[in-house]
Structure formats: structure tokens, C-alpha cells
T-cell receptor, first 107, second 116 residues
Framework: AQRVTQPEKLLSVFKGAPVELKCNYS??????LFWYVQYSRQRLQLLLR??SRESIKGFTADLNKGETSFHLKKPFAQEEDSAMYYC?????????FGQGTRLTINP | GAGVSQSPSNKVTEKGKDVELRCDPI?????LYWYRQSLGQGLEFLIY????????KSGLPSDRFSAERTGGSVSTLTIQRTQQEDSAVYLC??????????????FGPGTRLTVT
């Protein structure tokens, strides 16, 4: 079975502090993992995917197959990072999403 | 170019009525997906279209829910005899589609359905 778990529904950090949004997955095959973000009054959009191994808006995420994790990290949070973040796993054709973490960056 | 569009943006309906939600995918995208976003439930997969066929409709919550896609483009999600628990934001997404390749999904703005 495919499952994505984001243990934190809410996360609040101060501007300039490091951010880590946790994501764990369960999947029997070779996973394709993504982070999607939804800013206030905007549509859901792709932030990054593990296969490209790139940094977007200062965020990075490393796939750890041993721990079945794909945590999203940023060393210095900015106020514009406040949004809803979803970790997602692509198995077969559909995306399976976690419950999401609402990140709030305090000034 | 134009992104994924959905209509209506908001729909308020009485319990027991039928509703139709429409999705216009990005031109050329062969894959189309419907998801439901509920408070406290996150994003829930409903159905996936490859062209006009639906190889995965495993997420449809009951037989009151159905969807079709015509001409490899527009899709309609129909909810019959709506219930209050159907209240949610219904999201549509589209992408390219090739075997064993996970393409980025592009999401529409959603339709907020409220069943009173």
C-alpha cells in the first residue's frame, strides 16, 4: 500500500530560523517523491521532486530510502515561505498526498 | 499558455441534488486527475483518466460519484444525491502521460462545493 505521512499539521518558526517539514512514506516499489506547495489564494503547484535533486526557493529535500523519508529543509526561513506544504508519492499513475503541513513564518 | 481551468469556482447546493463539476486541462495533456481536498483530510485521489478511459477510479468514495472525459480533453465529475459530507474543494490536475515516467501535475484552482 502507498502511504505518505506528514506528522506535523502545523509548524511555526521565526524568520531566519531553519525549517524542516517531515515526510515519511510507505511504498513497495521505487518511489517518485514530490513536494507541492499552496500559497494563500493560489493553486497547488510543484515545489520540487527528488529525481531532479535541485534547490527551489532555497528548499532542498533528500530521499532517504533506509528511513523511508523525504524531509523538506530550508536553512533560513523567509516570511514568503508561509504556505501549506504537501508531500506526495507517485505510484502507478496517481499521486498519494500526505495530510499537509501548514507552515507559518513569524517576523 | 492557459493553465487548468475549473468551473464553477463555487457551488452551493441542497442536500439530495445532483451537481456537475467541469475541468478543462492544459491542451495536449493526456492524463487528467480529480482530487478532493477536505478540512482535516488532506488531498484525496478520486480518479485518473488516460485519454478518455479511466484505468484507475479506485478513489471514488461511492457510486454516487462518477466522471467522464470526452475528446481527450474536458472532464466532468458528477455527484448524485449530494450529502453534506461531500462538501469540499474538488481539484483537477493534468499532465503528460508516458509509462514509468512521473510528470509534474498541473492543478486547477478548484471548485468549492458546499452542500446545505
Amino acid at each position: 500500500a502507498q502511504r505518505v505521512t506528514q506528522p506535523e499539521k502545523l509548524l511555526s518558526v521565526f524568520k531566519g530560523a531553519p525549517v524542516e517539514l517531515k515526510c515519511n512514506y510507505s511504498y513497495s516499489g521505487s518511489p517518485e517523491l514530490f513536494w507541492y506547495v499552496q500559497y494563500s489564494r493560489q493553486r497547488l503547484q510543484l515545489l520540487l521532486r527528488h529525481i531532479s535533486r535541485e534547490s527551489i526557493k532555497g528548499f532542498t529535500a533528500d530521499l532517504n530510502k533506509g528511513e523511508t523519508s523525504f524531509h523538506l529543509k530550508k536553512p533560513f526561513a523567509q516570511e514568503e515561505d508561509s504556505a501549506m506544504y504537501y508531500c506526495a508519492l507517485q505510484g502507478a499513475q496517481k499521486l498519494v498526498f500526505g495530510q499537509g503541513t501548514r507552515l507559518t513564518i513569524n517576523p | 499558455g492557459a493553465g487548468v481551468s475549473q468551473s464553477p469556482s463555487n457551488k452551493v447546493t441542497e442536500k439530495g441534488k445532483d451537481v456537475e463539476l467541469r475541468c478543462d486541462p492544459i491542451s495536449g495533456h493526456t492524463a487528467l486527475y480529480w482530487y478532493r481536498q477536505s478540512l482535516g483530510q488532506g488531498l484525496e485521489f478520486l480518479i485518473y483518466f488516460q485519454g478518455n478511459s479511466a484505468p484507475d477510479k479506485s478513489g471514488l468514495p461511492s457510486d454516487r460519484f462518477s466522471a467522464e472525459r470526452t475528446g481527450g480533453s474536458v472532464s466532468t465529475l458528477t455527484i448524485q444525491r449530494t450529502q453534506q459530507e461531500d462538501s469540499a474543494v474538488y481539484l483537477c490536475a493534468s499532465s503528460w502521460d508516458r509509462p514509468k515516467i512521473a510528470y509534474e501535475q498541473y492543478f486547477g484552482p478548484g471548485t468549492r462545493l458546499t452542500v446545505t
